[in-house]
């Protein structure tokens, strides 16, 4: 009597190997991601915004300023309580032309002889190298009257004066209401380094 004896026979999955046989394969465990620091994460997403405002604003701060003016002494091109941008980078780099607006310091002696600083406000005549001669009433720059179209009907410019000639790094100002004073008339050339800024827009009282 004949028969077979033996293993069964054992299927392949086509990979060389019985399913007995196959070593397990090892399972990757997905690798954890470096913690960020909360200072980094935190300049990471709001570092470059923030620079962007800081630009800006020293911008701002060096084209653009806004000022209240209190004052008669620029009727009626500037009324008290009228506000006035002014430009701050046009007096470092001394942008200034004539006919200009300018905020500046000065210095005087009170009448007990102490030295004392403050801040006005003035329309630039001369630039330097200009001559400036006030006579009869009306401003001459080298010998040519200026047209002063932003004076009232009517205003006239005095004391008269010898001819000026202005040097490098000055100015000579004056305030359109000429009655008021507190100009180069007064105290003199004021000088380029006490020059503040200079007004580029006025926007009108309100009230």
Known sequence: MSGRTGRP??????????????????IAKPQAKPRESLRRRFFGRWGEPILVMLFLFLIMYLTFWPMRYEGSAMEPAIMSGDRIMVSRL???FGFISHGDIVIYRYRYQDALGNER?????????????????????LVFRNGERIDEPYLPLGITTHPASEPIQI????????????????????FGLVERS??????????????
């Open 9 to 26: 026979p054992q299927r392949h999955d086509g990979r060389g190997a019985s399913p007995q046989h196959r070593k397990p394969q090892a």
């Open 90 to 92: 046009a007096a470092q």
């Open 117 to 137: 600083e403050t801040t006005t406000i003035a329309r630039v005549i001369g630039l330097p190298q200009d001559v400036i001669t006030i006579d009869g009433g």
């Open 167 to 186: 040097p490098h790094f000055h100015y000579f100002v004056l305030v359109d209401n000429r009655f008021a004073g507190g100009d180069s008339r007064e």
């Open 194 to 207: 006490d020059v503040r800024a200079r007004a580029v827009m006025r926007v009108e009282n309100l009230r």
